[in-house]
């Protein structure tokens, strides 16, 4: 079955989402990355959609609903690299995505996430030996 | 109005939302349309192709590029023989779902396309037509 693949950076996990996703994808990653936060006890997930050329409401319920599942299970997501007509047109359709945290890009929702964790000493990489 | 070229899409099972989404963005390219407009008639079509397989039963999506003097737009139609809606005025509204969606999909294809016509018959189907032009 076809999975998007979840990376660990440190307490961090990273989620690259590269294709046009149908919907049992986006449920299945909902599923695997709750997981994996619980598994891993990981802090923060950042969500990288900057190949995602369209968003839709399922999609943003989605995002939504990993954000929301992942912060009660004590990690915060960020949703970094959303195109500007992607942004555009989800607002027109009406999904603001209240409660999920965005940047524009990896390394800025990296700093984000180590700035809401208090520390800047992790998910660099150096602690994965 | 000329319609230039016209084509069906099923719609029949959920990767079909894909492959709707993937053709309508090839058109809207080929026709011209700028990121922000291919984005917009490509989202709609993904919410409308939905609704046809997940609440209409599945069906059928037909495209058409359209001349009309010195513009050009693009025409979609998704026609499913399902139950119908039975209260239009309230499925049109934000935030209404008669199923597991967040209620956005009627409404917020309006809203991102130019030109937007829904027929629908309680037993019979539902028909949803929408333009956007360059």
């Known amino acids: 079955m076809d999975r998007i693949p979840i990376l660990r950076m440190g307490e961090f996990l990273l989620v690259t989402i590269q294709v046009d996703m149908h919907d049992q994808l986006a449920l299945t990653l909902q599923d695997d990355l709750t997981a994996e936060i619980q598994r891993r006890g990981s802090k923060g ?3 990288d959609i900057s190949a995602l050329e369209m968003v839709d409401s399922f999609m943003g319920r ?3 609903n990993i954000s929301a ?3 009660i299970l004590d990690a ?3 949703v970094v690299g959303m195109r500007p007509a992607v942004a555009i047109t989800l607002v027109e359709l009406g999904l603001s995505l209240p409660g999920v945290h965005t940047a524009l890009d990896v390394e800025r929702g990296m700093q984000r996430l180590r700035g809401r964790l208090g520390r800047t ?3 660099d990489g150096h602690h994965q030996n | 109005m000329a319609i230039t070229r016209t084509e069906r899409v099923p719609l029949r099972a959920e990767q079909d ?3 709707a989404r993937q053709g309508v963005r090839r058109l809207a390219q080929e026709l011209g349309f700028g990121i922000v407009d291919q984005t917009k008639i490509v989202t709609a079509a993904s919410e409308l192709a939905r609704n046809a397989i997940i609440y209409g039963g599945g069906g059928e999506m037909r495209w058409e590029t359209l001349n009309e003097g010195s513009r050009r737009g693009l025409r979609l139609h998704f026609v499913d023989q399902g139950p119908g809606i039975p209260d239009l005025e309230r499925a049109m509204t934000d935030g209404w779902t008669s199923g597991t969606g967040m209620g956005l999909g009627l409404s917020g294809a309006k809203r991102l396309v130019n030109e937007f016509e829904i027929e629908t018959a309680v037993g ?3 028909r ?3 333009t956007r032009w360059k």
Do not use: F, H, K, S
Request: aromatic content about 0%; overall charge neutral; cysteine-free.
């Open chain 1, 45 to 47: 997930v950042l969500i």
């Open chain 1, 62 to 64: 989605m995002i939504a």
């Open chain 1, 69 to 71: 599942m992942a912060r």
């Open chain 1, 76 to 78: 915060e997501t960020v």
């Open chain 1, 121 to 123: 000493d992790v998910g």
């Open chain 2, 17 to 19: 939302i894909v492959l």
């Open chain 2, 124 to 126: 019979r189907g539902t």
């Open chain 2, 128 to 130: 949803v037509t929408i």
